[in-house]
């Protein structure tokens, strides 16, 4: 079991994240906040790149700075900015990191070559990546994240740059990587979070906001949102999160505080709406 | 975990006597081998073998008057220019973050580079205390002193790398070390007089504080826990 304690990340006089008490066993957790809201400090000390200034972060009971290579033995990390040697293939560049993670060659290959199966890339096992699309070399991310096949599984935005039938397949992969492991999700991409975290944790203001299943986090602004085809005849103050096409009319889903179902109709809140209300003021 | 599940889990791990720095040297090599521990260095290592040639190239036409100065100022400089290419590629490389998540850090990999730097820069010390040197005497003074100041340099600039993480750290260092070895231009005479009268005792003590130094900043590098980099 992961567990943070009291954490706090102090940069000089800025204050990244206050009091972060979190634990952390099997199933997905998405990391759910606005830019700057302290997901990637979070994912940093999860990842022991960075370290808390007050608070400890514990692996089973033992601090995971204590533990050292022990730890990074567990863990699984494909960053945001997920460089690669570009005139390298996937597998030479998966032999590497296998290396790095103490892995000897035969195991590596054969673990390589199932990951590379799992993530689509077989067949171009042995191209130089430099020919790759973003959702290509992202896949090969998640297959180095998974070489060593990690108890902790920390991804920020894995989904960027992939496209709808590759992100389905990613979606089904994380679902089964999280039965039997911590999977730890950032990214902006509310309906990738909504599909497959089993838990959703939020900041607000550097703070832990809410840690809950989406169910939980959805039904705390049940009640609050609406749907309409006439936004000017809503006289009660009101918050617009997002509007669409319906045949000829424009939808407008929107918050309120005060029952307006008189002239919209009551809708299920869905987590995008939980994000744009509660982020109302940072959300431009 | 309380006090008898402590004592438990100790007696089932047995007492494991934590890696020497060669143990530590000797696993990493043993994981990785020497193409991937210069993985991706080609070019870092065209760009310091032209450069070498180009300092080379310009030393040899300074007149030979001064052989203890311009022994003592090129001793690191084999060294300083590899660490300069290699590393600051390695930094600038967006891997660099991840590589630090795994078993064996982007950090640890690249102390090892540096022993290895290090070695190639005993050898270059000892060709260029061969050249300058005019008589046996002066070449066993020559060598220690020469040893040592590449070791400090060398050690330095494990200091440098460890006390921060921009890569830029690495090339202010070049910067400053290359100040520091033309400010005795101006005491010229002095300062190769100094050297030349340094006891042969000294000049050793010298080269083997250097490399103590030297290998307590590399064996800081291998073990360190506390490390940001981030």
């Known amino acids: 079991m992961l567990l943070l304690n009291g954490v706090t990340k102090r940069f000089g006089k800025f204050t990244a994240l206050e009091d972060i008490n979190l634990e952390f066993s099997n199933g997905v957790y998405g990391l759910l906040a606005p830019n700057g809201a302290g997901k990637t400090t979070l994912i940093k000390m999860l990842t022991t790149l960075i370290f808390p200034t007050s608070g400890e972060i514990l692996w089973n009971g033992d601090e995971i700075v204590k533990l050292d290579a022990d730890y990074r033995d567990i863990i699984g990390y494909l960053p945001q900015d997920f460089g690669y040697y570009k005139n390298h293939s996937p597998m030479q560049f998966l032999l590497y990191i296998a290396a790095l993670k103490g892995i000897n060659r035969d195991r590596a290959k054969r673990k390589i070559e199932e990951l590379l199966e799992v993530v689509g890339l077989s067949d171009v096992s042995g191209k130089k990546m430099k020919k790759f699309s973003g959702g290509m070399v992202q896949r090969v991310g998640i297959a180095q994240a998974m070489l060593n096949d990690p108890k902790i599984l920390i991804l920020d935005e894995p989904t960027a740059g992939l496209d709808p039938k590759e992100r389905v397949r990613f979606r089904n992969l994380i679902s089964n990587l999280s039965k039997d492991r911590i999977v730890i999700l950032s990214t902006h991409i509310v309906s990738d979070i909504e599909t497959i975290a089993n838990h959703v944790i939020m900041f607000k203001n550097h703070k832990l906001f809410a840690n809950d299943s989406p169910a939980a986090i959805c039904a705390m602004i049940s009640q609050k949102i609406f749907e309409t085809n006439n936004i000017s005849a809503i006289e009660a103050p009101h918050l617009i999160l997002t509007e669409r096409q319906d045949g000829n009319e424009t939808l407008t889903r929107f918050a309120s505080e005060v029952d307006c179902s008189q002239h919209a109709t009551r809708v299920n809140p869905n987590l995008e709406d939980v994000f744009l209300y509660v982020y109302r003021d940072e959300v431009v | ?230």
């Not at chain 2, 020497?34 to 007149?63: C, E, K, N, Q």
């Not at chain 2, 690191?76 to 064996?104: D, G, K, N, W």
Request: proline fraction near 3%.
């Open chain 2, 1 to 230: 975990m309380n006090k008898d599940e402590s004592v438990k889990y100790i007696l089932s791990q047995g007492l494991r006597k934590p890696p020497n720095f060669w143990g530590r040297i000797l696993k990493i090599h043993r994981a990785l081998g020497w193409r991937l521990i210069f993985w991706d260095l080609s070019y870092s290592f065209i760009f310091a073998a032209v450069t070498i040639v180009g300092v080379v190239t310009m030393v040899r036409h300074v007149p030979a008057y001064y052989p203890y100065s311009s022994a003592f100022g090129l001793s690191p400089v084999l060294f300083m220019v590899i660490m300069f290419f290699t590393e600051i590629s390695q930094r600038a490389c967006s891997l660099f973050e991840l590589t630090q998540t795994c078993r064996y850090t982007s950090r640890q990999v690249a102390a090892l580079r540096c022993m290895c730097y290090s070695g190639v820069g005993v050898v270059f010390v000892i060709g260029v205390s061969i050249f300058s040197a005019e008589s046996v005497s002066q070449f066993i003074r020559l060598l220690p002193l020469c040893l040592g100041g590449m070791f400090l340099c060398a050690a330095i600039e494990l200091f440098v790398m460890r006390l921060t993480r921009s890569k830029w750290a690495i090339a202010c260092f070049s910067v400053v070390w290359l100040f520091a070895s033309a400010t005795p231009v101006f005491f010229l005479e002095y300062w190769e007089r100094f050297l030349s009268n340094v006891p042969i005792f000294i000049t050793i003590a010298f080269a083997a504080a250097g490399a103590t130094v030297f290998l307590y900043q590399t064996n800081k590098m291998l073990s360190e826990e506390n490390y940001v980099i981030a």
